[in-house]
T-cell receptor
Framework: DQQVKQNSPSLSVQEGRISILNCDYT??????FLWYKKYPAEGPTFLIS?????DKNEDGRFTVFLNKSAKHLSLHIVPSQPGDSAVYFC???????????FGAGTRLTVKP | NAGVTQTPKFQVLKTGQSMTLQCAQD?????MYWYRQDPGMGLRLIYY???????DKGEVPNGYNVSRLNKREFSLRLESAAPSQTSVYFC???????????FGSGTQLSVL
């Protein structure tokens, strides 16, 4: 069962505009949420995270929003840059459980 | 800065052959993981090792075995490869459980 879902396989935005990537989860025990970025032929790299006690976390151009009641989180990238073009994975884990669950990924393309 | 190193990067096997994927980290992390990435499925946890001397099954352990050789090294073995094991395999590590993961660059495995 896919406990973390990214329903948009791809997203295309213009350079300078906002990119919004969405993620839904089903397991109410998840309390730690992360976004990873992956370039071709490389492993995923950590981008930003948020714990369930917060509803927003910001790091430069990247902001993650968490809506626990809707079991939904989103990643905002403002302004988007061509170098942001990559696959973005949403991930979630619960307590001390090592089983971090990943979504299927969203391929972001930022056009110059 | 090596981080997490995986070998080999590419491998082609025939059905029934065996092989071991090697992984080493130089960040003094306690926890190590093996994931597989398949199209439309995201990353799925095969096995993990919360600390040296311990290993546990993840979401998709069937057909695999692991060895936590020491704190640095965590290997994944396919005893009798099957076409369903064609995938990209990622090793990852984290300081302790439920923290962000640091990934290797992956092994692309094809089983014919």
């Amino acid at each position: 069962d896919q406990q973390v879902k990214q329903n948009s396989p791809s997203l295309s935005v213009q350079e300078g505009r906002i990119s919004i990537l969405n993620c839904d989860y089903t397991n109410s025990m998840f309390d730690y949420f992360l976004w990873y970025k992956k370039y071709p032929a490389e492993g995923p790299t950590f981008l930003i995270s948020i714990s369930s006690i917060k509803d927003k976390n910001e790091d430069g151009r990247f902001t993650v929003f968490l809506n626990k009641s809707a079991k939904h989180l989103s990643l905002h990238i403002v302004p988007s840059q061509p170098g942001d073009s990559a696959v973005y994975f949403c991930a979630a884990s619960a307590g001390n459980n090592n089983d971090m669950r990943f979504g299927a990924g969203t391929r972001l393309t930022v056009k110059p | 800065n090596a981080g997490v190193t995986q070998t080999p990067k590419f491998q082609v096997l025939k059905t029934g052959q065996s092989m071991t994927l090697q992984c080493a980290q130089d960040m003094n992390h306690n926890s190590m993981y093996w994931y597989r990435q398949d199209p439309g499925m995201g990353l799925r946890l095969i096995y993990y090792s919360a600390s040296e001397g311990t290993t546990d099954k993840g979401e998709v352990p069937n057909g695999y075995n692991v060895s936590r050789l020491n704190k640095r090294e965590f290997s994944l073995r396919l005893e009798s490869a099957a076409p369903s094991q064609t995938s990209v395999y990622f090793c990852a590590s984290s300081p302790t459980t439920n923290e962000k993961l640091f990934f290797g660059s992956g092994t692309q495995l094809s089983v014919l």
